[in-house]
């Protein structure tokens, strides 16, 4: 099998069982709210796009994501997206050979493609790459060094602004990952200096069929001596952003898509190389004894990672490492804050799909329901609810006013255990039975 193909559907722009739109009309951006994860739910804590968009147009609220106008096209909201959300044209690998000689060049569109070495892969911007595409262009380029065109304008380029090289933080990570599995510095990625004039710099990154357009020229002109990769991409991004979002069901799992790509490429370059996925690639989950199995970590993660089970004499939750994101949101969520996220990963704990929690069943004397055994017989909603109501009835034994008299309220008290024989307004409580006398009810306006 041809190694630009080996791990194609990972290296999928968007979650085909999604649907994206466009953030606004005519943008280069398209979005499906549906794989957004503080759409998806308020304890997500992402906001990375927002971050990192370098002309600062995303604007993140409760209820969706606004694109202001004057989007530039680079593809870095995209880039540090990990669920996909986010969809850009222009970044595939599929033409991509590794049969051929000589180093794999990445260009960027605002360098006119004349100027682009043969058999270049150009993309909207060098910005745009992420870890996992470009992990996926080193599986695609075989034994090919890969070199990434460093034009000498990024610094000016509004898509790059000030400080380091755009593409600099996932090149970074992605020499690190190479370095763990063996992979020689001199197939690492590397940004390669060839500068060119500022005179013949294209003043904005064109959409993908402009780009496609001008590339298939220049293929035909030059004897198809010049590969590009955006045929028929832009296309399918046209048509998967014409379809209108529809309502999702927020509780169904999203994949991790980056994720996915750096995992299949780094699978693929340790076995070359005889090594293993590193350890601290998986993040690990460690859980207490305080853990209740409520399963609402479970209910929350948005990728699966955290499966709830059940059989006939157990219940808990299973994790699968490969799909942690390590969003943290079943930390937040867990009432008992049980559940500990270790992103880094434990050598201790083994990395892949495991059972997490394990918990015997037994049902709540007052409603039924489920649970995990404890020292007492009631489920911890009715815990809550017993102690709520006894809070609320010591409240209305002692009222701050001298000659306060019960309100309506004052009848709504917790049952009695059989071994408690005090009086409680208007109850006596013994081992006989419950004899009841009716209190004398107010309304809550005479309880002034």
Not at 9 to 20: C, G, I, K, N, S
Not at 42 to 59: D, T
Not at 217 to 243: P, Y
Not at 352 to 362: D, E, I, K, P
């Amino acid at each position: 099998m041809n190694a630009s193909n080996t791990a194609s559907e990972a290296d999928t722009r968007t979650d085909p069982a999604l649907a994206y739109r466009r953030l606004r009309p005519g943008a280069l951006v398209s979005f499906s709210a549906a794989a957004c994860l503080p759409l998806r739910s308020r304890y997500a804590q992402c906001g990375r796009c927002v971050a990192v968009c370098p002309v600062k147009l995303l604007n993140l609220t409760n209820e969706t994501l606004a694109l202001a106008d004057g989007c530039l096209g680079c593809g870095r909201c995209m880039a540090v997206c990990p669920t996909g959300a986010l969809g850009v044209a222009g970044f595939s690998r599929k033409a991509v050979s590794s049969s051929e000689a000589g180093t794999l060049y990445l260009d960027c569109w605002k360098a006119p493609p004349a100027a682009s070495p043969p058999g270049a892969v150009r993309v909207p911007c060098l910005g745009g790459l992420s870890v996992g595409r470009l992990l996926g262009f080193c599986v695609a380029a075989g034994q090919r060094p890969v070199a990434l065109l460093d034009r000498g304008w990024c610094g000016q380029c509004p898509a790059g602004g000030a400080g380091e090289h755009p593409v600099q933080a996932a090149l970074s990570a992605t020499q690190s990952w190479l370095r763990e599995i063996g992979v020689p510095p001199t197939r690492w990625p590397q940004l390669a200096p060839q500068p060119l004039p500022a005179s013949v710099q294209v003043p904005a990154i064109p959409d993908a069929a402009s780009e496609q357009r001008v590339s298939r020229r220049d293929f035909f002109g030059r004897l198809a001596h010049q590969v590009t990769t955006v045929a028929s991409e832009a296309m399918a991004f046209e048509q998967a952003a014409a379809q209108t979002q529809t309502s999702v069901d927020r509780r169904t799992p999203v994949r991790a898509l980056e994720r996915e790509r750096q995992l299949a490429s780094l699978k693929q370059l340790a076995a070359r190389h005889g090594r293993a996925v590193p350890a601290h690639f998986f993040p690990a989950m460690a859980v207490n004894a305080d853990c209740c199995n409520h399963r609402l970590c479970a209910r929350l993660c948005p990728t699966g990672a955290l499966l709830a089970y059940e059989t006939d004499s157990e219940s808990g939750v299973r994790f699968d490492a490969a799909a942690c994101i390590a969003c943290g949101q079943c930390e937040a969520v867990c009432p008992e804050k049980a559940i500990h996220l270790l992103p880094a990963g434990n050598a201790a704990i083994a990395a892949g799909a495991a059972v997490l929690t394990r918990h015997s069943q037994c049902s709540c004397v007052n409603c039924g329901a489920e649970f995990a055994p404890t020292d007492q017989d009631l489920c911890p909603v009715c815990r809550r609810s017993r102690d709520f109501a006894n809070a609320s009835f010591n409240q209305l034994q002692h009222p701050r006013q001298s000659g306060r008299r019960r309100c309506a309220l004052s009848a709504i008290w917790p049952p009695a255990q059989p071994d408690d024989r005090r009086r409680r307004h208007g109850h006596v409580v013994g081992d006989g039975g419950d004899q009841r006398q009716s209190p004398a009810l107010v309304s809550p306006a005479e309880c002034r």
